[in-house]
């Protein structure tokens, strides 16, 4: 079973702040979280992976909470493109696979 | 740098017959996997590589699923006899050392009728 808790879909206007939210009450403390997207019809695409410390890249940026039990997945300036399913995804990283849930479907309205 | 390659995008057949699946990971990734998607699901990891060695193969249905990667590089994916419930996605993807993320091939869209 998946070990993370994500909402099963949320809207969110273009142009605005897209904030996933993503709850991994036992994550152990040598694994790290993930986020992925799918878009209709293609593979999953890595986002963004953090330990404890805040990350920001040219996609996004994550917010993991002091205690590690919850992350926040942040899409500055959501735009059409981004609808896609969501995945958070709790792992030691390495030869660790990745063990998806299923996601939140992230709808940009325009 | 190049992607995941997989071939064929599309495949249909008939239950009971074979099917085979090809992966090309991206140059000088070591880690290999292979993921089962059915509709409407997250992706299910069916066997790890690295190299060309197996890593973890406990989800694969070892009764009808074969998977090799005999050069350490590309790698192929079996599926013999079909049965309709393996209507799928079979996603490859690969990864180098540490805790860098995957990357995923487009996958093949299985049908079986």
């Known amino acids: 079973d998946a070990k993370t808790t994500q909402p099963t879909s949320m809207d969110c206007a273009e142009g605005r702040a897209a904030n996933l939210p993503c709850n991994h009450s036992t994550i152990s403390g040598n694994e790290y979280v993930y986020w992925y997207r799918q878009i209709h019809s293609q593979g999953p695409q890595y986002i963004i992976h953090?330990?404890?410390n805040n990350e920001t890249n040219e996609m996004a940026s994550l917010i993991i909470t002091e205690d590690r039990k919850s992350s926040t997945l942040i899409l500055p300036h959501a735009t059409l493109r981004d609808t896609a399913v969501y995945y958070c995804i709790v792992s030691g990283g390495g030869a660790d696979g990745l063990t998806f849930g299923k996601g939140t479907h992230l709808i940009i309205q325009p | 740098e190049a992607g995941v390659a997989q071939s064929p995008r599309y495949k249909i057949i008939e239950k009971r017959q074979s099917v085979a699946f090809w992966c090309n990971p991206i140059?000088?990734?070591?880690?290999l996997y292979w993921y089962q998607q059915i509709l409407g699901q997250g992706p299910k990891l069916l066997i790890q590589f690295q190299n060309n060695g197996v890593v973890d193969d406990s989800q694969l249905p070892k009764d009808r699923f074969s998977a090799e990667r005999l050069k350490g590089v590309d790698s192929t994916l079996k599926i013999q006899p079909a049965k309709l419930e393996d209507s799928a996605v079979y996603l490859c993807a690969s990864t180098s050392t540490g805790t860098a993320g995957y990357t995923f091939g487009s996958g093949t869209r299985l049908t079986v009728v």
């Open positions: 953090g330990l404890k």
């Open positions: 140059s000088g990734h070591a880690t």
